[in-house]
């Protein structure tokens, strides 16, 4: 079986109606990263850095995935398919899919804030002050914040680099070493970029742009490369 490798950012859950970040009336035109996504943040006020996460886990409650989820889920019955995600919330496993990299955490988990490698799962929405790890520190967001470092993207990174084809739905490209993960994959495999807003990425050959929504475009894109493949 081809390996298909996908990377994927806020815009693939938005048509779940969970807010991207830098799109207008994004989750970044309202809050302040400053105040809600840093070490510094948590050192200033828990409080708020909890009630945000706090909200975005009670609405990821409340939403489903959507047709681009499941169709990235469909995929497997023709590729082995691994997902490498910088989204926090949980809608690719629940469409289905088995091998999902998280790049910057899981809203459903948190974290100690003496010991990052103890994580537990969050039993229903609200992480609150005074629930503590095994150590008897204050639990965290298990999310990865801005000036922390990402321990993931050297798995995948080397995901990335066994991909036979390669796929790109729903991220501005703005975050690194996110970003850099395209650069990664083997010379001249076929590259896809799902975004309405897409531009074409620079030193990316093979690269075929698609501006469209993920749930859109995705299903169409999913039925065309496993047509390819019987
Ligand atoms: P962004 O908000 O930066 O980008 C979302 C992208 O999704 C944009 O390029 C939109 O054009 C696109 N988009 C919107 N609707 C779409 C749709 N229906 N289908 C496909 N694409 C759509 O989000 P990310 O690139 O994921 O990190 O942001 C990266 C990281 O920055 C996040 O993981 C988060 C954030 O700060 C942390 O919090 C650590």
Request: overall charge negative; some cysteine; glycine content about 6%.
């Amino acid at each position: 079986m081809k390996t298909i490798v996908v990377l994927t950012g806020a815009g693939i859950s938005a048509e779940s109606g969970i807010s991207t970040f830098r799109d207008s009336g994004g989750l970044w035109e309202k809050y302040s990263i400053e105040e809600v996504a840093t070490p510094q943040a948590w050192q200033r006020n828990q409080d708020l850095v909890l009630d945000f996460y706090n909200q975005r886990r009670k609405q990821l409650y409340e939403v489903e995935p959507n047709a681009a989820h499941y169709a990235l889920a469909e995929l497997q019955k023709k590729f082995e398919v691994k997902i490498i995600t910088q989204n926090v919330d949980d809608l690719h496993e629940r469409a289905g899919s088995s091998d999902v990299l998280h790049l910057h955490g899981e809203l459903k988990k948190a974290q100690s804030s003496l010991d990052p490698s103890l994580v537990y799962d969050i039993d229903g929405w609200e992480l609150k002050k005074g629930d503590k790890c095994e150590r008897d520190s204050q639990l965290r967001p298990h999310v990865v914040w801005f000036g922390e470092p990402v321990p993931m993207i050297e798995p995948a990174a080397e995901i990335s680099s066994q991909a036979d084809i390669y796929l790109v739905v729903g991220t501005s490209l703005n975050v690194y070493p996110a970003a850099g993960l395209i650069h990664y994959t083997k010379p001249g495999i076929p590259m896809y970029l799902i975004d309405p807003l897409a531009d074409a990425v620079a030193g990316i050959q093979n690269l075929t742009v698609l501006r469209e929504q993920a749930g859109k475009a995705l299903p169409g894109l999913a039925k065309k490369l496993m047509a390819n493949e019987s």
